[in-house]
């Protein structure tokens, strides 16, 4: 069990060898949200959706507009809106689902502070600017769902899990919502504290946090792989990646690669509850293998933390020593050279914890930082993609104007290559889909389509897809650059035309 976590946090004091990189930084939002904030979802018009957390009001959601040169630091807050009455959760399971115009949330270790691994949920529907929030029953016959993780498969099938039991569901890709069916058979212990990490080759890969009962795979050191509705066992870690008193994990991250442990393509870092991490090659062989990575300093780690992939392929995380100590350091992992260093800190760290922070990676490249405090912040990583990560658009994108709805954009690497954002079974930011951006040739003002069903959400590279956009409301006349953005980075753009319908 884990303790609800709005208490005051131990002050933890650390001596760390690493320098801080000077080139990063951290900015306030200019308009903060005036309510403490903690999980994010990127919707598919490119406004953020952001939880009110733990001493304010966990029915309520909000959501931050980009202003219109597409600034998210200058951007503004308006409502997303209300849970059903009787659901204000904490540590909860979330999704934007693939037609782009829903929201699911699940679960909850804690509803109105209490701590009841609630099978409560909901579904937050999308109407212009508006997103209104209906009741979501459970899977059939589970009494628990809690804080458990959930992801959207290559299939675009959502797969929700249960905390507490070795139980899988899965839900329908598209409209109308239903759950569909148990899935996951063979797992080797119970989902409790595990993250599920997406792989290029539709796997789902998860390191178990031997919770409870004896794992079958391997014990202290299993991970496992999921595939076509049953759980294997993959190779083991090279050392227990869980803390042995509260069973917590970190983060783990889909890298483009890890050359410097020789994996010149995608590659999963995992950060651990304890100082290590380790390194899984997905291709290696038929269950790909684990290697150990850098040791963070200073007895840091991840007993519950965020992490991201910034665009130049670094990966973000905040760590912090122990379990929910604070002393948090902000670290980036290099697959280059295969180190950890220290990057700059947002305001509240050192004094938070890891476990209170969450990060998003934005449309910019910019990643947000949220750690159920009221102060928003943004960090603006080194510049530098990968020609590799850039999605590419084949064309045409539309033929003739504009039209309301439906238009198809053709092309590469829609889906990012990763799900991008990570922390494990509290929060799931993921934001492997399509944005499409329109920038106006006349006045250079930024809006955004709303995307939805793209014909795979699958994260290989090099696979032809494709993603229809909505125009978005009240688009002037004219002429446009459109581009698709995916985790933060953005393709070469294509002209298109909007006429109103006369």
Excluded at 345 to 374: K, R, Y
Excluded at 400 to 424: D, E, H, I, K, R
Excluded at 436 to 465: F, N, Q
């Amino acid at each position: 069990m884990k303790f609800l976590r709005i208490s005051a946090l131990a002050t933890v004091v650390l001596v760390l060898g690493a320098g801080v990189a000077s080139s990063q930084t951290w900015a306030p939002l200019n308009h903060q949200p005036g309510v403490n904030l903690g999980p994010m979802l990127q919707l598919r018009d490119g406004r953020i959706l952001a939880h009110e957390e733990q001493s304010g009001n966990a029915r309520n959601w909000w959501i931050l507009t980009p202003d219109s040169s597409g600034s998210y630091l200058n951007g503004t807050w308006s409502s997303g809106g209300q849970l059903p009455s009787n659901y204000a959760p904490f540590f909860f399971s979330t999704q934007v689902l693939l037609d782009g115009k829903r929201v699911i949330v699940e679960g909850g270790e804690y509803n109105f502070g209490q701590a009841v691994w609630t099978t409560l949920g909901a579904i937050g529907t999308i109407s212009g600017s508006t997103l209104t929030w209906a009741s979501n029953s459970p899977p059939s016959g589970w009494s628990n769902i809690g804080d458990a993780q959930s992801i959207i498969l290559a299939n675009g099938q959502y797969m929700q899990a249960n905390c507490c039991t070795v139980q899988e569901y899965l839900g329908s890709a598209g409209p109308p919502w239903s759950w569909t069916g148990a899935t996951g058979t063979g797992k080797a212990d119970i989902n409790d504290e595990e993250g599920w990490t997406l792989l290029p080759s539709g796997k789902v890969l998860t390191v178990d946090a031997y919770v409870f009962n004896t794992n079958t795979c391997g014990g202290s050191t299993a991970s496992e792989l999921y595939s076509s509705g049953t759980w294997t066992c993959g190779p083991n870690t090279p050392t227990q990646m869980w803390d042995s008193s509260g069973h917590e994990l970190g983060p783990a991250i889909l890298m483009y690669n890890a050359v410097g442990l020789g994996v010149n393509h995608a590659a999963v870092l995992q950060f651990g509850a304890v100082p290590v991490t380790a390194i899984y090659d997905p291709v290696a062989d038929g269950n790909g293998s684990w290697i150990a990575g850098p040791t963070p300093a200073g007895g840091l780690d991840a007993a519950d933390a965020p992490a991201a992939l910034e665009p130049n392929g670094k990966v973000l995380a905040m760590l912090s020593p122990g379990e929910f100590q604070s002393g948090c350091q902000m670290v980036e992992y290099n697959p280059t050279t295969n180190t950890l260093s220290n990057t700059a800190n947002p305001t509240n760290c050192p004094s938070d914890s890891s476990f209170v922070g969450h990060l998003m990676v934005l449309p910019t490249g910019q990643i947000m930082f949220t750690d159920l405090s009221g102060l928003v912040e943004i960090y603006t990583p080194a510049a530098g993609v990968g020609t590799s990560n850039v999605p590419l658009i084949t064309g045409p994108v539309v033929k003739g104007s504009m039209t309301p709805t439906n238009n198809v954009v053709p092309g590469y690497n829609f889906n990012g290559l990763t799900q991008n954002n990570g922390y494990g079974d509290d929060y799931q930011g993921d934001t492997n889909y399509p944005l499409v951006r329109l920038t106006s040739y006349s006045t250079g003002l930024v809006y955004y389509g709303i995307t939805h069903d793209e014909s795979t959400h699958s994260i290989a590279p090099g696979g032809l897809m494709s993603t229809m956009f909505d125009r978005p409301a009240g688009l002037p006349t004219g002429f446009y650059k459109l581009d698709v953005i995916a985790n933060g980075i953005k393709s070469s753009n294509f002209v298109v035309y909007f006429a109103p319908v006369i």
